[in-house]
T-cell receptor, first 110, second 116 residues
Framework: GENVEQHPSTLSVQEGDSAVIKCTYS??????FPWYKQELGKRPQLIID?????GEKKDQRIAVTLNKTAKHFSLHITETQPEDSAVYFC?????????FGAGTRLTVKP | GAVVSQHPSWVICKSGTSVKIECRSL??????MFWYRQFPKQSLMLMAT?????????EQGVEKDKFLINHASLTLSTLTVTSAHPEDSSFYIC????????????FGPGTRLTVT
């Protein structure tokens, strides 16, 4: 089955700096790669996603890149703000099977 | 649109009893629903996938006789934790896929189960 690895497990940045989280996946058949933000005790919130026919997608301060050949994808957050502090999960999906990375705890220091 | 609700939001039960958690898609039809378990400071672990009108598919290591899943309609799936033990205490989250929107899953708010 699919195996998703996510790094780093924790990330601390200064407000205004950029943050990058990286994930790799094992199943080349995976074709959908969402990123979720989860605050303590709450549901994961989809923040951006990318499909396997696209290499990069951007939404304001958030961007995701996908390298199908290398089977890795990354989340980029620019101009970070304290409210970006949360746990971020990547996931890889094919049909009904979605697997999550272990998560990255992002702390943005004011 | 694409709202998923869960009930209850939290529950405390005694060891040995059973607890039922409901997951509803409020404004769309969900042919497939997923049940995840999340322990503190850990990731979401898929427990099972349920398709409306058919038996759930359980992930390896998840006891189907302990975690009973029913997906009787296009808007409702239930997870029953039978003979609950303290180690079953966790955050249970469901998600649903809109049959008209491929790929994306919509998550419920989660249910925190504490078994004493």
């Amino acid at each position: 089955g699919e195996n998703v690895e996510q790094h780093p497990s924790t990330l601390s940045v200064q407000e205004g700096d950029s943050a990058v989280i990286k994930c790799t996946y094992s199943d080349s058949a995976s074709n959908y790669f969402p990123w979720y933000k989860q605050e303590l005790g709450k549901r994961p919130q989809l923040i951006i996603d990318i499909r396997s026919n696209v290499g990069e997608k951007k939404d304001q301060r958030i961007a995701v890149t996908l390298n199908k050949t290398a089977k890795h994808f990354s989340l980029h957050i620019t101009e970070t703000q304290p409210e970006d502090s949360a746990v971020y999960f990547c996931a890889a999906s094919m049909n009904n099977d979605m697997r999550f990375g272990a998560g990255t705890r992002l702390t943005v220091k004011p | 649109g694409a709202v998923v609700s869960q009930h209850p939001s939290w529950v405390i039960c005694k060891s040995g009893t059973s607890v039922k958690i409901e997951c509803r898609s409020l404004d769309f039809q969900a042919t497939t629903m997923f049940w995840y378990r999340q322990f503190p400071k850990q990731s979401l672990m898929l427990m099972a996938t349920s398709n409306e009108g058919s038996k759930a598919t359980y992930e390896q290591g998840v006891e189907k006789d302990k975690f009973l899943i029913n997906h009787a309609s296009l808007t409702l799936s239930t997870l029953t934790v039978t003979s609950a033990h303290p180690e079953d205490s966790s955050f249970y989250i469901c998600s649903a896929r809109d049959k008209s929107v491929p790929y994306e899953q919509y998550f419920g708010p989660g249910t925190r189960l504490t078994v004493t």
